[in-house]
């Protein structure tokens, strides 16, 4: 049954992979020219925008590696897993996090503040115990710290998806509906997605390492 189930889980891996990679070129797409009038954001001043520039571009090497470290052909060669790993960690974990705390702090919205700075601290602590129970070569540990530090990288994709879910359950009670309301609407919205995103996923992963028998919670590393 588990020799079964290995292709599958590998098929689920890639396609999020695929979904993670769609969704990133869509999040960097705005930000390839440098322009601020491009920026999905407020953007205050130049330093502003490039911390923000910066989080973004890390974002998406944590949102493409990620998938990659969970992907049982490659997990089963353990020097490139720990590559991938720590270019997962290191190089968008890590700066990813540290931007994403003053371009927060520095939006003047509480409901941004909130949505980034508390996932991006949950990101370092969840990474930093990912790497702890590695060194103790505590494998099933690392893995599901690593899925609980993905799910809070999944978030740049689970807050686009909410965002016109939350539109579509406002549109009964908006009196007009049109391209401009629509546009205002979405753009107001982003930050409540960032806020609800990152719980959503955690929710979704705990239920997966918890679940009896669950194929998300592997007997070994």
Same mark, same amino acid.
């Given at each position: 049954?588990?020799?079964? &189930?290995?292709?599958?889980?590998?098929?689920?891996?890639? $396609?999020?992979?695929?979904?993670?990679?769609?969704?990133?070129?869509?999040?960097?797409?705005?930000?390839?020219?440098?322009?601020?009038?491009? /920026?999905? $954001?407020?953007?205050?001043?130049?330093?502003?925008?490039?911390?923000?520039?910066?989080?973004?571009?890390? &974002?998406?090497?944590?949102?493409? =590696?990620?998938?990659?470290?969970?992907?049982?052909?490659?997990?089963?060669?353990? #020097?490139?897993?720990?590559?991938?790993?720590?270019?997962?960690? +290191?190089?968008?974990?890590?700066? /990813?996090?540290?931007?994403?705390?003053?371009?927060?702090?520095? /939006?003047?919205?509480?409901?941004?503040?909130?949505?980034?700075?508390?996932?991006?601290? =949950?990101? +370092?602590?969840?990474?930093?115990?990912?790497? #702890?129970?590695?060194?103790?070569?505590?494998?099933?540990?690392?893995?599901?710290?690593?899925?609980?530090?993905?799910?809070?990288?999944? =978030?740049?994709?689970?807050?686009?998806?909410?965002?016109? =879910?939350? +539109?579509?359950?406002?549109?009964?009670?908006?009196?007009?509906?049109?391209?401009?309301?629509?546009?205002?609407?979405?753009?107001?919205?982003?930050?409540?997605?960032?806020?609800?995103?990152?719980?959503?996923?955690?929710?979704?992963?705990?239920?997966?390492?918890?679940?009896?028998?669950? #194929?998300? &919670?592997?007997? /070994?590393?």
């Amino acid at each position: 049954m588990k020799v079964a &189930a290995r292709p599958e889980r590998a098929r689920r891996i890639w $396609l999020m992979l695929i979904i993670a990679a769609v969704f990133g070129a869509v999040l960097i797409g705005p930000y390839l020219g440098f322009d601020t009038d491009g /920026s999905r $954001l407020d953007v205050t001043s130049r330093p502003y925008y490039y911390l923000l520039v910066a989080h973004i571009f890390t &974002a998406l090497v944590a949102l493409v =590696l990620g998938p990659l470290q969970f992907i049982p052909a490659i997990r089963a060669r353990r #020097r490139t897993h720990r590559t991938i790993g720590r270019c997962y960690l +290191l190089g968008g974990v890590l700066p /990813s996090a540290l931007a994403a705390i003053p371009v927060a702090l520095l /939006s003047g919205r509480l409901i941004t503040q909130i949505g980034l700075v508390i996932p991006a601290v =949950l990101w +370092l602590i969840t990474g930093r115990l990912a790497i #702890r129970a590695a060194r103790r070569r505590d494998f099933l540990r690392h893995r599901h710290w690593m899925m609980r530090n993905y799910a809070l990288t999944f =978030l740049a994709v689970t807050s686009r998806v909410l965002v016109p =879910l939350l +539109l579509l359950v406002q549109i009964p009670f908006s009196d007009t509906v049109n391209a401009g309301s629509i546009a205002a609407g979405a753009q107001s919205m982003i930050p409540v997605g960032q806020a609800l995103g990152w719980i959503v996923n955690l929710i979704v992963v705990e239920i997966l390492i918890r679940r009896p028998g669950s #194929r998300w &919670a592997p007997s /070994s590393a």
